[in-house]
């Protein structure tokens, strides 16, 4: 009695356990999905305007260097246009136009100079004493005689220390000149230094081969970092900037960047700021909300403990629900056992059957010699015989039930135009409860006729349209049904634009009791049983599914058993007396036939009664003894069981076919081999008959398949 007591109290404090963990993660994740999807537009939205502040604020500064470079050039153009170049020929003129420059622009021009093409300055002002400097070996100096107009990048040159110049080419006496000027270094880097923001917000200039042409606030790289290393780890914007980040000192921890290109993209700017100072406002933002959240998730462990005796309940009446749905699971599982027994049964019947039907038959075709055709109970006999097939015919009957029940045969086999089964299910579907959803059909008239059961294919679609509608129930939509001819089959799509199945899900959702719906909703049968149907034809269903956009569904029923059967049932020729004269010699002619067949009792009695018909039969019991047969003798016609012993069916016709390939083969099956007797279709048979089989109808088809 304690145990009894004691058991109650560890099952408790287990699903306690359990229970505080579960409410704990359902009733945090939505406010940390909440909170998360919030933080982040607020940081995406935060991060954009940011950098569009930075891009506009150094496009600003871009454009006001550039007007500042620009602006010296054209000043230096207008005073060499203005003033005549010959007259610049003069020291005394060019040091009064300079000093007129320095009046105007402050002491942003040092110098100036006239250099000729072998790269002596043979006129010079300024307060440095450079008359017949030589400069034929400064970097700047081919790269500016070649060019009308020229800026260089800084460097130290003569005067040791930095500065860059401006030129303009003239001629004097068919002979290239440069006039020439210096920039103050001061001057130029004030219009970088402006641009800072902040403690950490500063910019600077790079050349193409990555060196500062502005003096840098600090060590801002800890590794070399080139014009052409910017461009490539930046991420182009659509005003043709370029924003990034690296890693800086440890000190500076991450700096994020803006950069544009000027002076013909052959500088950059650069502005660069520490990734914690310029989002401040962001950090602070995110550090309140995990306050929030922290609040926020101690109230709920307060109400968790409040209604937690009401959670036990409701987990203790799911238990409930969980174990009936176990109880309906071990009945589906009898009922399957139940049906796999069926199918054994009935096929164990059929071969008997099969033996008792040709045996009386056998019989009926003694009783029609001549000694015994006016024995007194002739009648009597005939009728018992006719008795005999009849009850044979039933068993087959009972036997196709049972193996429809099992699923091992197709109930109701017919020729059906695709088309109106479609018709019919979008008719009789219950739109009046889906006010937001609707149908569209698209079908393609020329369609063929295929075989299958309109039941099944019937439940099929309205399986797929159900489903489909289920998924537009809540926001409503389209589904689009559609129909048309491929190569070798019909192709029916079935799609809507609705939520769609995660990439998860679409790998199971064929599965027996897979579903996505609520309890009570739906059962997980309906695309299984639709995969089922459509293997049992031997077509395909395929599935095609993006979330938030639709899902796909492409079903191809084959045409082959179409094509073949309406072959089949077409003459050989359009003339009756051809086909008469045809069908006159095939009776005459002696067939040779090769019976396969591992049941010995129906191959004898099947054997003599063939063989009362004008047919010289061959009886084999395996595949390895009708393959040795067939390589003595060329037959006409074989009939081949699928199950047997030793071979499978399906190979011995397949080594048919490849040893001699004129030889008609019909396959002689039972039901359990029905869908392995359409495969064998695909393998050149011409064609299936189920056990037990009548006599004339085998005969006939013996006959059609050797005047094929």
């Not at 009894?4 to 579960?22: C, H």
């Not at 940011?50 to 500042?68: N, S």
């Not at 129909?483 to 939520?499: F, K, M, N, Q, Y």
Request: charged share 25%; with cysteine; proline share 3%.
């Amino acid at each position: 009695m304690v145990e009894d007591k004691q058991k109650p109290t560890q099952y408790d404090r287990s699903f306690v356990i359990n229970t505080v963990l579960i409410v704990a993660v359902v009733s945090f994740l939505p406010l940390l999905v909440v909170s998360g999807i919030i933080l982040d537009q607020f940081g995406v939205s935060y991060n954009e305007k940011l950098y569009a502040h930075l891009e506009e604020m150094v496009h600003k500064h871009t454009q006001d260097i550039d007007g500042f470079l620009n602006e010296r050039l054209h000043t230096l153009q207008f005073l060499s246009d203005s003033c005549g170049f010959e007259n610049l020929l003069d020291e005394s003129i060019l040091q009064s136009k300079l000093s007129l420059l320095q009046q105007n622009f402050g002491a942003v021009f040092e110098d100036l100079g006239i250099i000729n093409e072998a790269g002596v300055q043979e006129f010079y002002a300024g307060r440095l004493k450079l008359e017949k400097a030589q400069y034929s070996h400064a970097p700047w100096f081919p790269e500016a005689i070649e060019r009308q107009y020229y800026i260089s990048d800084v460097f130290l040159g003569l005067r040791s220390s930095p500065h860059f110049i401006v030129s303009v080419k003239r001629f004097h006496q068919d002979r290239p000149y440069l006039l020439r000027a210096t920039i103050n270094f001061e001057a130029f880097n004030s219009l970088a230094e402006n641009l800072r923001i902040g403690k950490t917000g500063s910019a600077f200039i790079l050349n193409k081969k990555g060196e500062f042409q502005t003096k840098p606030q600090y060590d801002l790289l800890p590794s070399k970092k080139s014009y052409p290393d910017f461009i490539k780890a930046a991420k182009k914007t659509k005003n043709k900037m370029y924003t990034g980040e690296f890693k800086g000192t440890a000190e500076q921890g991450s700096l994020i960047y803006v950069a544009a290109l000027l002076k013909n993209e052959n500088w950059m700017l650069v502005y660069h700021q520490g990734r914690t100072e310029a989002f401040a406002d962001l950090i602070r933002t995110q550090i309140t909300a995990v306050v929030m959240i922290s609040i926020g998730g101690a109230l709920i462990v307060m109400m968790m403990l409040i209604f937690f005796h009401q959670v036990i309940s409701r987990f203790a009446e799911a238990d409930r629900e969980k174990e009936m749905m176990n109880r309906q699971i071990v009945e589906s599982g009898k009922l399957a056992s139940v049906g796999e027994l069926a199918a054994g049964i009935a096929h164990e019947i059929n071969n008997p059957v099969a033996i008792m039907v040709q045996e009386a038959g056998w019989i009926e075709d003694l009783l029609g010699e001549e000694e015994l055709k006016h024995s007194k109970n002739l009648e009597e006999f005939m009728r018992a015989l006719k008795q005999v097939n009849t009850q044979g015919q039933r068993c087959k009957e009972i036997t196709h039930k049972l193996l429809s029940f099992a699923r091992k045969t197709s109930p109701d086999i017919e020729k059906l135009q695709i088309n109106d089964s479609i018709a019919e299910v979008v008719a009789i579907t219950n739109m009046a409860t889906y006010t937001k959803c609707s149908i569209h059909t698209n079908l393609d008239e020329r369609l063929p006729l295929i075989y299958g059961s309109q039941a099944e294919i019937q439940q099929v679609f309205l399986n797929l349209i159900n489903n489909a509608l289920h998924a537009l129930e809540k926001d409503g939509g389209q589904i689009d049904i559609t129909s048309r001819l491929e190569a070798d089959c019909v192709l029916i799509i079935v799609e809507d634009d609705g939520p769609g199945i995660p990439a998860a899900n679409l790998t199971r959702i064929f599965d027996p009791f897979f579903t996505t719906k609520p309890v009570g909703k739906g059962s997980g049968l309906g695309l299984s049983i639709c995969f089922g149907i459509i293997k049992k034809m031997g077509g395909e269903i395929d599935v095609h599914s993006i979330v938030d956009e639709g899902t796909r569904f492409e079903i191809r029923f084959p045409l082959k058993n179409y094509m073949d059967s309406t072959a089949a049932t077409l003459p050989i020729a359009t003339d009756p007396g051809l086909i008469k004269h045809e069908r006159d010699y095939v009776e005459k002619r002696k067939i040779k036939l090769l019976l396969v067949d591992d049941e010995k009792s129906f191959v004898n009695v099947l054997s003599k009664r063939l063989g009362r018909r004008n047919i010289d039969v061959t009886t084999t019991f395996s595949g390895s003894e009708a393959i040795q047969a067939l390589r003595r003798v060329d037959f006409d016609v074989a009939v081949l069981d699928l199950k047997m012993e030793d071979m499978d069916g399906l190979e011995v016709l397949k080594i048919f076919k490849k040893m001699y390939a004129k030889m008609e083969v019909i396959i002689l099956s039972g039901h359990e081999s029905e869908q392995a007797a359409r495969e064998g279709m695909k393998y050149g048979a011409f064609e299936y008959l189920s056990k037990p089989c009548d006599i004339e109808k085998l005969i006939a088809t013996i006959r059609k398949s050797v005047s094929h």
